[in-house]
């Protein structure tokens, strides 16, 4: 009687501690989204207040939440001009994150990013053909020709991406090998269409591959948030599964999980945040690299934290970039694309070399 008296509270005080782990597991990952979200906030402010009319956080703050007490020039700078721009920065950023940590997942390779199946080439040759061939349809200007080509391009890629891996098998390594011989083939029609392009055109298009938010507007921004938030709610509701995966295929699959067909359906999420997103800003790279590793470091694998850790670090990584593109050239503006490659061409060849032997 004795013995067995002892049994239930040797249980109890295992699954007591248990609980404790994982209560404390949850704990710092709740507590590393939210420096990640206040970090976030904290360069948003920053971001308004940088340029060359000089504001501080503290003003930015102020005029965001009174804005009737603001000049109105001051007005102008803040809600025109610098809000758009930086809040851009955060929905391009947080889209390009999230499509890159469920490319990596799904592909299990830590180079991976929305620029593997090229996507991003595939706006750029869009977006290249109407300044080359600058042909409004249906009464629509060039401004809105050139995001809605850049988008019809790069979905119709995404497309073609996965009928071949569906025709073919949606191995990782199929899907991956399609992404590269798509994206040397778009690269060299784009190649083509500037050596053919006039003076300004070449400009340009030499403009849209370096990636600018200078073109951002509220519509714009609505529009990527829209988006993002329309597919953030179907990758966490998949959570499990890709949590699953990072265990293996067989792993996964012993699980009662379709391989082929989660890597099918988050390929087709990660095409249209990629082409929503690229479609106002043109190429910004390594958001979709970067970002994803640093919420690995900070969250682990799990990926109801991992993946909007990934959309908040990838906001935040595209937010500083922001901030250093007006600050590096004093008086002049940087594409921004230009600081995200500065940033993550270190890390990729770090990666290289650290995980060669893996790849």
Same mark, same amino acid.
């Given at each position: 009687?004795?013995?067995n008296?002892?049994?239930?509270? =040797?249980?109890?005080?295992?699954?007591? =501690?248990?609980a404790?782990?994982? +209560?404390?597991?949850?704990?710092? +990952?709740?507590?590393?989204?939210?420096?990640?979200?206040?970090?976030?906030?904290?360069?948003l402010?920053?971001?308004?207040?940088?340029?060359?009319?000089?504001?501080?956080?503290? #003003?930015?703050?102020?005029?965001?939440?009174?804005?009737?007490?603001?000049?109105?020039?001051? +007005?102008?700078i803040?809600w025109?001009?610098?809000l758009?721009?930086?809040?851009?920065?955060?929905?391009?950023?947080?889209?390009?994150?999230?499509a890159?940590?469920? @490319?990596?997942?799904?592909?299990?390779?830590?180079?991976?990013?929305?620029?593997?199946?090229?996507?991003?080439?595939?706006?750029?040759?869009?977006?290249?053909?109407? *300044?080359?061939?600058p042909?409004?349809?249906?009464?629509?200007?060039?401004?809105? @020709?050139?995001?809605?080509?850049?988008?019809?391009?790069?979905?119709?890629?995404?497309?073609? *991406?996965?009928?071949?891996?569906? &025709?073919?098998?949606?191995?990782?390594?199929?899907?991956?090998? &399609?992404?590269?011989?798509?994206?040397?083939?778009?690269?060299?029609?784009?190649?083509?269409?500037?050596?053919?392009?006039?003076?300004?055109?070449? #400009?340009?298009?030499?403009?849209w591959?370096?990636?600018?938010?200078?073109?951002?507007?509220i519509?714009?921004?609505?529009?990527?948030?829209?988006?993002? &938030?329309c597919?953030l709610?179907?990758?966490?509701?998949?959570?499990?599964?890709?949590t699953?995966?990072?265990?293996?295929?067989d792993?996964?699959?012993?699980?009662?999980? +379709?391989?082929?067909? /989660?890597?099918?359906?988050?390929?087709?999420?990660?095409?249209l945040?990629?082409?929503?997103?690229?479609?106002?800003?043109?190429? *910004?790279g390594?958001?979709?690299?970067?970002?994803?590793h640093?919420?690995?470091?900070?969250?682990g694998?799990?990926?109801r934290?991992?993946?909007?850790?990934s959309a908040?670090?990838?906001?935040l990584?595209?937010?500083?970039?922001?901030?250093?593109?007006?600050?590096?050239?004093?008086?002049?503006? /940087?594409?921004?694309?230009?600081?995200?490659?500065?940033?993550?061409?270190?890390?990729?060849?770090?990666?290289?070399? =650290?995980?060669?032997?893996?790849?």
């Amino acid at each position: 009687m004795a013995v067995n008296s002892t049994v239930p509270t =040797t249980d109890a005080s295992d699954t007591q =501690t248990l609980a404790q782990h994982y +209560r404390r597991f949850i704990g710092w +990952r709740l507590a590393a989204l939210l420096l990640l979200a206040f970090a976030l906030a904290i360069s948003l402010l920053c971001d308004i207040a940088t340029g060359p009319a000089s504001l501080t956080p503290n #003003q930015v703050l102020q005029g965001l939440i009174y804005p009737e007490e603001l000049d109105a020039a001051t +007005r102008v700078i803040i809600w025109e001009v610098r809000l758009p721009y930086a809040l851009m920065a955060l929905v391009v950023g947080a889209a390009l994150g999230l499509a890159g940590a469920e @490319m990596q997942t799904v592909l299990n390779n830590p180079l991976a990013s929305p620029f593997t199946l090229g996507v991003g080439a595939a706006a750029t040759l869009g977006a290249s053909l109407v *300044i080359v061939f600058p042909v409004g349809l249906f009464g629509l200007s060039t401004a809105v @020709m050139l995001p809605l080509s850049a988008f019809v391009f790069a979905t119709a890629a995404s497309g073609l *991406i996965l009928l071949l891996s569906r &025709f073919f098998g949606a191995g990782v390594h199929t899907v991956v090998l &399609f992404g590269i011989a798509l994206l040397f083939g778009l690269n060299a029609l784009v190649g083509l269409l500037q050596f053919i392009a006039d003076y300004d055109a070449l #400009q340009q298009i030499v403009f849209w591959t370096m990636g600018s938010l200078a073109r951002a507007s509220i519509d714009k921004v609505l529009v990527v948030a829209l988006v993002l &938030f329309c597919c953030l709610p179907f990758s966490m509701a998949q959570s499990w599964s890709l949590t699953a995966l990072r265990s293996g295929e067989d792993q996964a699959r012993s699980l009662g999980i +379709r391989v082929e067909r /989660l890597r099918l359906i988050v390929l087709v999420r990660v095409s249209l945040l990629t082409a929503v997103a690229l479609s106002f800003v043109g190429e *910004i790279g390594f958001i979709g690299l970067v970002g994803p590793h640093i919420a690995r470091l900070l969250l682990g694998e799990d990926h109801r934290f991992f993946l909007p850790g990934s959309a908040l670090a990838g906001a935040l990584l595209l937010s500083l970039s922001s901030i250093a593109s007006k600050l590096l050239v004093p008086g002049i503006l /940087l594409p921004v694309g230009i600081v995200t490659a500065l940033v993550g061409i270190p890390l990729f060849l770090a990666l290289i070399i =650290t995980r060669g032997r893996e790849l």
